[in-house]
């Protein structure tokens, strides 16, 4: 009777309560894409509910958050979702947004809600963290996924979950992959035994780290971890943390572990899990957007080491590993904050992120708290006119200072709008406006500087003020402000022709300015008069020529003075100038640096093609010249002057370094994702504009005078008048060209760009149709590779084929399979815009001009360029179908070197005479190549090739570098790999046993 009756109850129950209030919600974000290269298409949300026959699908429903004011912008429910497959229990649900539907952040976000309230744990975001102001998780703080879609992916991949479970913390978010909307996820299963998953990996030392899983870990061996990337490692150490079992410390890393930005992964064979991340520790330069050594990506996460420098006590904390350029960046957090302080030695986790143009790096774990109490890095002093208000954004010299501790000399107060003050730093009479801002010491509630005054310098760290468009320093304290500076004791050459070695009977400039005793600019309280005198360098020779100016003054309330119209004659080596103040109880003598006094010769640098109206692109980021350089040395336009004949005047301010018989590009846009897909080798302002009709382009050397060249385009008369090409030069690189009939049009978009698609031209290569009566050659050349040989058909396999990269592979990461110095070293970038269709692989010529072959080293090298090699043996430019040419003149006997990357190099045995199209078989004999069988093999009967075995590229086949430190590395991967002898996408035993065990007798006969 008893069990009737709770039976009858719980029937009643159940007609009373809907079905849906009994059973929790296992429902979760599983799948989505958000951003691609071009226009963003297939953007969609997919979703996965287990049991969905119990929900009303209008009760789920999706929100899409912007970061800006943390607001929803779009809503769904899920009963306008289309339905996908079911696997078990789940089943998936998608929805396919209109173009452009999804916004690409930073820091938005996606909800999932039931019933007007978020799941637990579905407010997710990626590129940061937001926090909701409307909709269901009004008040909420999102979890960013760690993952992102850069714009440069193509179309078809998303971001989804991958892993084994039943639950959302189950799974873990993976880089763009190819996408499975409706579909399960690539390496994701319901239910089952569940696998643990690494969710986290972090560096704690160069040989510890810690890997994260989101399950307990039971067991744990040493042997089953492997870090690959920029080297294979191994542990000798592996603990399950006594606290949180989920954590795995790996110890004894073997090598250690480096410190670049070669992503790593680390792997777990027991589990068949890993993560991406970069291991070792990573110093901050690779944060700069301007950084030399290259910039990190905005995906994988990274351990840093530094310094605390600055904290804001809100969101902001500024951390440096070193004093000067590069060194420092803003942690962005509105967690972080409370755990450091100034002085803190800290190891954390971070990535790195772009926001409003200043970088950051963000989502902050922090690992450890070396020590506390701590002097930070700098200030490095900078001078005003490095953060100068008119320095364009991601631009030098600012932008290597950002985030970085630094310090201004002797400044002047000009006045203050809006916690913003703007300043005045003057040098050789220029005045340079610099601005300080309040990001530490918000709105200056504890600094005040006052408007007017001249203070003795201020510190702080760098940053850009996106509101403001311009970098500032923001000061943390009101002792970083100094009062006026110390009275002047010296006088100091500062500068000699900004930098540049002058040229005999040139005018060129001296700046001098009075110090105090710390090297410090200094205001003198009276006109300081002085006189210059020199050395007269190495011989004595070297004096100031007649007319020359050899007098100035440094006027009072001033610190320095720029002298114009130095003139010194004849040339000579380590000269210097001193300063000499007139009045013999006045400051001390100051001495420049010593410097040449060049010789004078016009440089042969000729300006050979124009983009001045691009269509894929717009004008202000596309805009382009090229110049050429007509000599066989190297032409450095460092303090050259680009003008027109009207107001467009620009002074090149770095080096830029155009090569014998080379090209260098010129544009204002350095970035190829935005300016067409070019390399631009000098950025000139985007207000220097070139003419889409009439115009003038003038090349001026650096006296402010001499004219090394000049065109004048007249917008079609008689010159061409493009959109959407360049006009190109096609006399020889010698005659005038400032003839508009001696100009034409780009037909072809050159491999010179990237990207298959746009605007026509040829930046930084020889162009069809360009210097068509130039001096030069091409090279016509027939040769085999040992590996992709098929006796059969007498032709190569290609089948490496997608593997094959757009960009050049001889310039790597060093070391090479621990070799720091491959035989085919490269400098190059060179990128093609796709992989002909036959190609067998890459290839490095080297050209060389000497008498004979013995003494063709690689001191006589005049040219190098990467080809493609086709299966038929015939070499060909990046284009895929041309020759490769070439446009130097060969003054003895030419030498063409072959390298192949994993091959043993060669070069032909006699001399061959350049000009026109040089024929030449290497297939024929071993006689064709110099040195013979010592470094030629014969593939078959007749036919010979490049030994293949040289992983390491070091010129010979050995079992120590090769196999033991180079197949090894290798063996059982596929891809694009050294190991990989016959080049068919995978290293194996039969590249080993077939190709390098026997060729270990081989060893390139190329003359170093």
Aim: net charge negative; hydrophobic share 40%.
């Amino acid at each position: 009777m008893k069990k009737s009756v709770l039976l009858l109850i719980a029937m009643i129950a159940m007609i009373i309560v809907p079905p849906t209030s009994v059973l929790a919600q296992n429902a979760w974000i599983n799948e989505f894409h958000y951003d691609n290269t071009g226009t963003d298409a297939n953007e969609f949300v997919e979703i996965v509910i287990e049991n969905p026959g119990s929900y009303l699908l209008s009760d789920f429903r999706i929100d899409l958050y912007n970061f800006t004011g943390g607001v929803t912008y779009d809503n769904k429910t899920l009963d306008l979702f289309t339905v996908g497959s079911t696997s078990g229990n789940f089943t998936f649900y998608s929805y396919t947004y209109p173009v452009n539907g999804i916004q690409n952040g930073a820091q938005d976000g996606i909800a999932l809600s039931y019933q007007g309230t978020v799941i637990t744990g579905q407010f997710l975001s990626y590129e940061g963290v937001l926090t909701a102001t409307t909709g269901p998780a009004a008040g909420l703080t999102s979890t960013d996924i760690g993952v992102l879609e850069p714009g440069s992916d193509p179309l078809g991949l998303s971001l989804q979950l991958s892993g084994s479970g039943t639950q959302y913390s189950q799974f873990t978010w993976q880089a763009p992959a190819a996408h499975t909307k409706g579909l399960l996820n690539n390496s994701q299963s319901f239910g089952g035994i569940v696998v643990p998953v690494m969710t986290n990996a972090y560096t704690t030392s160069t040989t510890a780290l810690d890997v994260i899983y989101n399950l307990d870990i039971t067991s744990v061996d040493p042997g089953d971890y492997t870090l690959s990337g920029t080297a294979n490692i191994a542990f000798s150490g592996a603990t399950i943390d006594g606290v949180d079992a989920r954590i795995v410390h790996l110890t004894g890393a073997s090598p250690a572990m480096a410190s670049d930005i070669t992503v790593d992964n680390i792997a777990d064979d027991l589990n068949g899990t890993s993560y991406a991340f970069y291991a070792g520790i990573m110093p901050i330069t690779f944060t700069n957007a301007t950084n030399p050594g290259g910039v990190m990506d905005l995906v994988h996460t990274a351990t840093f080491r530094g310094i605390i420098s600055a904290d804001d006590a809100f969101n902001n904390v500024w951390i440096s590993d070193a004093a000067g350029a590069y060194h420092g960046v803003l942690i962005f957090s509105t967690t972080f904050q409370g755990l450091v302080a100034v002085g803190d030695d800290v190891l954390i986790q971070a990535k790195r992120e772009v926001f409003n143009n200043l970088t950051e790096i963000t989502n902050p774990l922090l690992i450890s708290t070396i020590s506390t109490g701590n002097t930070p890095y700098g200030p490095t002093v900078i001078n005003g006119s490095d953060i100068v208000e008119t320095n364009p954004v991601n631009t030098n010299p600012a932008e290597s200072w950002e985030g970085q501790l630094v310090r201004i000399n002797d400044f002047y107060v000009d006045s203050y709008v809006a916690y913003d003050y703007r300043c005045r730093w003057t040098s050789g009479g220029t005045d340079y406006y610099f601005h300080i801002g309040d990001n530490v010491d918000f709105q200056f509630l504890n600094i005040t500087l006052t408007v007017g005054a001249t203070y003795a310098s201020i510190t702080g760290v760098v940053d850009w003020y996106n509101t403001g468009i311009y970098y500032r320093i923001n000061p943390r304290t009101q002792a970083d402000v100094v009062g006026a500076s110390n009275p002047p004791v010296k006088l100091a050459i500062t500068s000699v022709n900004s930098g540049i070695n002058p040229y005999e009977t040139i005018p060129f400039s001296v700046t001098v300015q009075a110090q105090d005793a710390l090297n410090n600019p200094a205001f003198v309280t009276a006109d300081v008069n002085f006189t210059f005198t020199t050395n007269g360098g190495d011989l004595g020779t070297v004096a100031f020529a007649p007319g020359s100016t050899v007098t100035g003054t440094i006027l009072n309330g001033t610190s320095d003075i720029i002298v114009t119209g130095v003139i010194m004659e004849p040339f000579g080596t380590n000269v210097t100038i001193t300063a000499n103040d007139n009045n013999p109880f006045g400051l001390a003598d100051g001495i420049s640096a010593a410097f040449d006094v060049l010789e004078f010769n016009l440089p042969a640098i000729v300006i050979c093609e124009v983009l001045q109206d691009p269509v894929t692109v717009t004008d202000g980021v596309g805009e382009w010249f090229e110049v050429y350089n007509n000599s066989d040395v190297a032409v450095d336009m460092n303090g050259w002057t680009i003008k027109d004949d009207g107001t467009n005047t620009h002074t090149i301010a770095s080096a830029l370094v155009v090569p014998a018989h080379g090209y260098a590009v010129l544009g204002n846009n350095a970035d190829p994702l935005t300016n067409g897909g070019y390399t631009c080798n000098y950025v000139f302002p985007v207000a220097f504009a070139l003419g889409n009709a009439d115009d003038e382009l003038v090349l001026v050397m650096p006296d402010g005078v001499t004219e090394v060249d000049r065109i004048m385009w007249d917008g079609g008369t008689l010159w061409p008048d493009p959109s959407g090409a360049s006009m190109i030069f096609a006399g020889l690189p010698g005659d005038d060209n400032n003839v508009g009939t001696s100009w034409t049009v780009s037909t072809l978009r050159e491999p010179s760009f990237t990207g298959i698609t746009g605007d026509l031209g040829s930046p930084g290569t020889l162009g069809t149709g360009q210097f068509t009566g130039a001096v030069g050659f091409s090279l016509d050349i027939t040769l085999f590779l040992e590996g992709p040989y098929d006796a059969a058909t007498n032709t190569m396999t290609y089948l490496l084929g997608a593997s094959v990269p757009l960009t050049q592979p001889f310039n790597p990461v060093l070391p090479y399979y621990g070799n720091p110095a491959p035989k085919w070293l490269y400098a190059g970038t060179e990128t093609a815009g796709a992989i002909p269709a036959t190609a067998v692989d890459w290839l490095l010529l080297d050209i060389r001009d000497a008498a004979d072959a013995a003494s063709a080293t690689s001191a006589t090298s005049v040219a190098k360029k990467p080809v493609f090699l086709l299966s038929d043996g015939s070499v060909v430019e990046m284009d895929g179908t041309s020759l490769p040419t070439f446009t130097n003149s060969i003054a003895n006997s030419l030498f063409v070197v072959v390298w192949g990357r994993n091959h043993v190099g060669i070069m032909n045995a006699a001399g061959l005479t350049a000009g026109g199209a040089v024929v030449y078989d290497f297939s024929t004999a071993s006689t064709q190549v110099y040195g013979g069988v010592a470094g030629y093999k014969e593939v078959e009967t007749g036919v010979w090739g490049m030994a293949s075995g040289d992983v390491n590229a070091d010129g010979l086949v050995t079992v120590a570098g090769d196999k033991t430190a180079g197949w090894k590395v290798d063996a059982g991967k596929a891809g694009y790999l050294g190991g990989d002898l016959n080049l068919n996408g995978q290293a194996t035993n039969k590249d080993k046993n077939d190709y390098l065990l026997p060729n270990t007798a081989y060893t390139t006969q190329v003359p170093n």
